[in-house]
């Protein structure tokens, strides 16, 4: 098995997108089987090495950031083993953790299959992906990585090597587990009694529900609870067309209003077209039903975004660097994708025309793409936000302040004028954007020196405090890693997180894995 240790050959390792600093580690392993990381396991088991596992170091939040001990590297799990076709349509895959995301993604592509999880950042490893319950843009019609898993093999740090399929292990009515183990022992466990936020996406803490499926609980544990070996995952049609744009606005009202109907209407959509049910749910997405909506039963097929992504002003005066285009008047701006088909792509660009009209968007002025070459475009742009203020954390030489909240459907408006009122007038730099569809939009707080970054991280509080008295969540796809764990604790509360920390004891008896990722140590 390759091992690396020189101080150059594994700076690579030791830090991850969150640019936290000081991370070290002795030695990094790359295994390229279970055995051979339930052999690494037990090592560290018995000399009581901490153990962190890294998956591309796209994570946000530090959480494959080690501070001393070893560090798994997924990298050489790197086989896509099968891509197969289903007789009732869609199909599985089954590969290592260390397969980049985009590879799968082009060779269940190049099937006429689809995965829909895209964190935008494509370069992640599909381990770290379900270790972080990854979420993104598609995330509006499909949902987080969560509903694609089927089958997981993981490597425990009691020395075992299991397989979990979805469906065939359950929690009981009192949130008790038992997962029978290779060696013949049950290994039993105590879910922690928190209830989860009601929100359209949730990376925070360990998954719980009633008589949850046990696979669910290593979706989003962000590598504290074993080594995600091997991933089988549902794939989907892939669709026939997509139709998209950037679309600009010069009131913030109208671009707002115009979220809210293209939101309703593709809800209703999902939920008012029997076909479309049937489509979806075969598919994999399940309609949501909004309470008090009546959805339009006789439009079979119309408006259903499967992304809405917003840009503030902020963040277009940030893009304009390198998008010079973007309109002068422009004080927002959304990308939105919606599928389409040969005999539905003229009748679906006239409709989303019409609303953009109706809403009084830009549209002269707005980008729209139904190539894939121009896709690429838009897509980048999207993609080109993060990337250049990452560059420009790093530059300035400051942690970046970034959050992920989500909150309730009709907490968002508020949720939004608070952010807004709140950073309004402080003198600091700061981008609003990302994921509306799902109420979930970043808040990057740029502090240019220590001074501002302490304002930032006062104001962070104070969003953190709001979304959770809206029944929000503290992070909606990033996870909590070692970043946000204090925070953790404002929403759940400091018992809940010793009942997580027994719930990992059971797992990792020794607490060699993942240490400071979720909960601090002194939780062990
Ligand atoms: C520009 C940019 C944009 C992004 N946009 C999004 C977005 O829209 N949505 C989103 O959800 N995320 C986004 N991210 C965050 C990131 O891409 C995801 O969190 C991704 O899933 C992390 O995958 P990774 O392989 O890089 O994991 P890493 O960063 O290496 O690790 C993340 C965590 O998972 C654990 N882990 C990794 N592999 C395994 C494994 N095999 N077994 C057990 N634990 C493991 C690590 O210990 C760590 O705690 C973005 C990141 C960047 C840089």
């Known amino acids: 098995m390759l091992t690396k240790s020189q101080p150059d050959e594994i700076q690579d390792f030791l830090s991850d997108a969150s640019y936290v600093k000081g991370g070290n580690a002795t030695l990094v392993v790359f295994p390229e089987s279970s055995n ?8 560290a088991i018995h000399d009581q090495i901490p153990v962190t596992i890294s998956g591309a170091g796209t994570g946000t939040v530090a959480g494959r950031v080690p501070f001393g001990g070893t560090v798994i590297a997924t990298d050489r799990l790197n086989q896509i083993r099968e891509v197969v076709h289903n007789d009732q349509g869609g199909g599985r895959a089954i590969a290592g953790a260390g397969v ?43 949902g987080p990585t969560r509903r694609y898993v089927e089958r997981l093999r993981i490597a425990l740090a009691t020395g075992d090597v299991i397989d979990l399929r979805r ?26 009694s928190y209830r989860m936020p009601e929100v359209r996406k949730h990376a925070s803490g360990y998954y719980v529900a009633p008589q949850m499926d046990v696979i669910d609980l290593f979706i989003g544990s962000e590598g504290t609870l074993g080594v995600i070996v091997e991933v089988e995952v549902k794939l989907l049609s892939k669709p026939e067309g997509l139709l998209s744009g950037i679309v600009f606005f010069d009131s913030e009202e109208r671009l707002l209003a115009f979220v809210r109907e293209a939101r309703e209407r593709s ?8 076909t479309i049910n ?22 079979l097929i119309g408006i259903d975004a499967r992304a ?28 939105f994708e919606q599928e389409t088909t040969p005999s539905t792509e003229d009748s679906l660009m006239n409709e989303w025309l019409s609303l953009l009209d109706e809403h009084k968007a830009l549209s002269d002025s707005s980008w729209f793409a139904t190539n894939e070459t121009d896709q690429a475009k838009l897509r980048e742009f999207r993609h080109a936000l993060p990337v250049l203020m990452n560059e420009w954390f790093a530059r300035h030489n400051q942690r970046k302040v970034s959050t992920d909240m989500a909150v309730p459907d009709d907490a968002f408006a508020d949720m939004l004028r608070f952010y807004e009122d709140s950073l309004r007038g402080t003198g600091l730099r700061y981008t609003i954007f990302g ?4 109420n979930h939009v970043h808040v990057n707080i740029l502090p240019r020196n220590d001074d501002e970054a302490g304002k930032a991280w006062e104001i962070y509080r104070k969003f953190i405090q709001r979304a959770v008295q809206l029944g929000g969540t503290i992070s909606a796809e990033h996870g909590i890693g070692k970043l946000k ?13 010793r009942e997580m920390a027994t719930l990992k004891h059971a797992f990792d008896p020794v607490g060699v894995l993942g240490r400071g990722n979720m909960f601090s140590e002194q939780f062990l």
């Open 36 to 43: 051979e990381i339930a052999e690494i396991l037990k090592r």
């Open 100 to 142: 980049i995301l985009r590879d799968l993604q082009r060779a269940v592509e190049s099937e006429d299959l689809f995965y829909p999880p895209d964190p935008t950042e494509r370069s992640c490893f599909l381990g770290g992906t379900v270790a972080t319950n990854a979420s993104g843009a598609r995330t509006f019609k499909y």
């Open 167 to 192: 469906g065939e292990c359950h929690a009981d009515a009192n949130g008790r587990i038992a997962i029978p183990l290779p060696s013949g022992r049950i290994l039993e466990a105590q879910l922690p």
């Open 267 to 274: 809800l209703a959509s999902r939920v008012s077209s029997p």
């Open 278 to 299: 049937a489509e979806l749910a075969n598919r994999g997405s399940s309609p949501t039903v909004r309470e008090g909506f009546i959805s339009p039963s006789e439009r």
């Open 308 to 335: 809405l992504e917003y840009f503030d002003i902020e963040s277009l005066r940030f893009l304009r660097q390198t998008y010079e285009m973007i309109p002068d008047l422009a004080v927002g701006a959304i990308f």
């Open 435 to 438: 994921h509306i569809g799902d």
């Open 485 to 497: 764990r204090e925070y953790l604790r404002e929403l759940y509360g400091e018992e809940h997180l």
